[in-house]
């Protein structure tokens, strides 16, 4: 550690040496307010190599200890620091290459003083801003150095203590350095912490005056300018009667003058004295340093044999370490061709394994191959029986097709014969009604006849007019049966809604009677709609139906009656049309279900096929997945007989492999061992070179501090030394 040592000689009275201690420090008091009490670390974080931290926050922790060791486990626990007297923790963010400038103390105030002997190195910590402390990563200045992980504390810190004086400021608390006003060149009572000290007075009447004193108090009285004292009683003067004192002092004063100058003679001849000293120190110094350079010298060379007796071991280590790199070299290349042989018959063994898994691989594939085309000739044979169904069902479908529109023709044609016989049975409704009148007439006249009795024969039913007016009714009840027939008649309801209830699903040509109203009402394919046979109804010689009997029937009902056969053999020709027209119907109905018939016989039949070609399609299917889950339950087994015959290789491998490491360890320990040996060998010589070299400095030292020593000596004042570290 340099420093420069400033010497301020002084000159003055024993008596004056605190005034002039005071003195020298006042400066330096008044510079210690703006010195700031912090230290400056620098550094660089990298993530890498070469890699800066860039532009990164992190938490920084400072502490200070006594030594240079970090311990972890006793100077840190669980992240948290045991015994530093001082720490603080700071965030500090790099630049972009990595840089921070961080100002210890600026947290956590430092300690106002740093003793030499105590806080001497600081340790710095880092880690990423928001981790724990187990985080904390040491900051090692030296890592080269286990015993030196802390930053020594430059001299400048300690340059604090200048403004002190063994770390004692300037004040009047207890243990302080009391100094003079700049201004008054007297002590600054108001700093004193001392209250025994009291305001002076003009006189003695106003200390007299004065209450609430204690004993010990002190006054200064401006009047006499004296100092008095309180005892507890009364004032006293302090130091007695100071004319006399004075007086007396002067005698004392003359005397002292007297010794003075005999002491200046004595001084004289101890400057002499002092002289032939320095003369005789000087000696003996030139004597001692010639002695100390000719130790030098035989340490120097003693250092030199060391250093070639090191080396002529070294030289011997490291042949002896050639030997052993060879020898575990030799080793080495046998357990390498062991290692090749092994790897060589592994590699002969996977290289059978391999050979067999492709024989099994492939006899499994030609297996597969087999059931493939097996399987493909199924689905060959399969499609074909298909494609020969699927011919026959759509040659059927085709015909039934055919039959279908020819039947659809037919019907259609039936239909429209239907419409056509529909309309002229509505037009034949007028028709019959006119006849339905003429008959009522007819039969007017007859009943008329009958009631008249104008022939009894007709009236008994004999005769010709009998025989003819039978003849009438019986056609009239034949044409009417046939007209009847044409119509599918359903039962009677009571009234023309109940014929959507009764019927909700009537088809074309669905009559019915209405009871309530005497009518007939029949489908026409969209509504229900009033028929014009209102007549009919069967009639006899007692019930009036459509012609109305009489007893006593004339000739001219009877022409009447006969003048309406033409009408009644147009209704029958249209009732034959009708009967001829549901017979066609019912043909082609007949056809339907006969074509139906077929097609589902067909369908049953194609479907008994596709059913049993899918059974067996499934059976081979069953068959060919055993035989491949055969196949790879084989596979399986092999590839497990292989690879525990590779884990026995491997194991093997691993075993070698660990016999070689344990021998190179056990070479390994050797070495370190006799690198160890010579590192402590050579540690003891520099530690023995640098004992004698210490020795031998502070030799030298204690010679030089004894020549300033006798220089510096002055019997008239006194010299005082401040260390600068700046």
Known sequence: MNSILKRLRRVAPASMALAALALSIMPLATSEAAVANTLSFQGRLLTGPTTPAANINFEMRFSLWAGADFQDGVDRNAGSLVGAPWQEVQTVTTDAQGFFIANVGSVASLPTVFDSNLHQYLQAEVKPLGQPDTKYFLLDTMPANDSVDRKSISSSVYAQNAARLDGRKLGFEAGDIPFLDPVTGKLDRTLMTDDSWLDPVADVAALNALTDVENGDIVFVKSTSRIYTYDGATWLKTGGDLDNSV???EGRLDTAEADINANTAAISAEAARAAAAESTLT???????????AAEAV???DLSDEVARALAAETILNTAITSESARAAAAEAVLTSDLSDENLRALAAEAALNSAIT???????????????DLNDEVTRALAAETALNSAITSEA????????ALETRMTSTELNTAANLAAIQSNDGELSTLNG?????????????DNGANAGFASGTGLAATTLGSAIDEVNTNLSNAIQGLSWKSPVTNVADLTTTYPNPVEGDTAYITSIGEIYTYNGTEWVKTGADFFQDGDTSNKGIVQFATDGEIAALKAVQSNDSRLAQVAVNTTNIATNAANIATNNSNISVNAAGIITEKNRAEAAEAALTTALNTERSRALAAELENSDAITAEQVRAMAAEAVNAAGIVTEQERAEAVEAALQSALNAETTRATAAEAANAAAIAAEQARAEAAEAANTA????HRDFNSTGFDVFIVDFN
């Open 438 to 450: 003429d008959v009522n007439t007819a039969g007017s006249v007859l009943k008329s006849i009958k």
């Open 283 to 293: 000696t003996n110094l030139s004597a001692e340093s010639a002695r100390a350079a």
């Open 359 to 373: 024989s099994e691989a492939t006899r499994a594939l030609a297996a597969e191959a087999v059931l493939t085309s």
């Open 247 to 249: 007086a007396a002092a």
């Open 398 to 405: 085709t015909r039934a097709l055919a039959a279908e529109a």
């Open 706 to 709: 004894a020549d300033n020593a």
């Open 299 to 301: 340490l120097a060379s």
